[in-house]
């Protein structure tokens, strides 16, 4: 089955800086989609990332704060912009196509000081 | 997408069967119904998912009811790795293949 890798797995960041993440997978996908998981809660949808154009995102999230881009079938990065503590949360990609359901990476987990 | 209802935990003895149900009682006649779980610190899993014949896979099977509105997973032979988050989640067909989740399950599998 296809494989998902992201990077970093983990990254401590100061306040005011922005990360970039990024998701790999090893086959042609249809759709990919980041999620954020914070501390003890279960996943929100952040966006779907759209190949060539930009993301479709959900409510309550914005490109400026999270710019989302997928250059290609395979991959896709995830920037959060201007982070705060409340940014400290795992995130997630996804990705589906052909007869595969929906599968994940191991996720970024993120703190930010 | 419909929206699910699951019990915050359960426990399971080791060995024996894991029964966790989900409430989805706005289920359209459109929307399948999807397992995923999600063991700590790892991405979600997919378990199974099902229209409304019951299905069985070398993980887990799924009973639906035939109203549709609502559902059981069932693990027939729990193990300790088998500790985890359990979402049921109710996703359209043709939907682009975004999952909603809701809180989930979180099942312990005791010794």
């Known amino acids: 089955s296809a494989v998902i890798s992201q990077k970093p797995s983990r990254d401590i960041c100061q306040r005011g800086t922005s990360l970039t993440i990024q998701c790999q997978v090893d086959?042609?996908?249809?759709?990919m989609f980041w999620y954020r998981q914070q501390p003890g809660q279960s996943l929100t949808l952040i966006a779907t990332?759209?190949?060539?154009?930009?993301?479709?995102?959900e409510s309550g999230f914005v490109i400026d704060k999270f710019p989302i881009s997928r250059p290609n079938l395979t991959f896709s990065t995830l920037t959060v912009s201007n982070m705060s503590p409340e940014d400290s949360s795992i995130y997630l990609c996804?990705?589906?196509?052909?007869?595969?359901?929906?599968?994940f990476g191991q996720g970024t987990r993120l703190t930010v000081v | 997408d419909a929206k699910t209802t699951q019990p915050t935990s359960m426990d399971c003895a080791e060995g024996r069967a894991a029964n966790l149900p989900c409430n989805h009682s706005?289920?359209?006649?459109?929307?399948?119904v999807y397992w995923y779980r999600q063991i700590h610190s790892q991405g979600p899993q997919y378990i199974i998912h099902g229209l409304k014949n019951n299905e069985t896979n070398e993980m887990a099977s799924l009973i639906i009811t035939e109203d549709r509105k609502s559902s059981t997973l069932i693990l027939p032979h729990a193990t300790l790795r088998d500790t985890a988050v359990y979402y049921c989640i109710v996703r359209a067909t043709g939907n682009t293949g975004k999952l909603i989740f809701g809180q989930g399950t979180t099942l312990q599998v005791k010794p």
């Open positions: 996804s990705a589906t196509g052909g007869n595969t359901e929906a599968f």
């Open positions: 706005t289920i359209s006649g459109n929307e399948y």
């Open positions: 990332a759209n190949q060539g154009s930009e993301a479709t995102y």
């Open positions: 086959s042609q996908v249809t759709m």
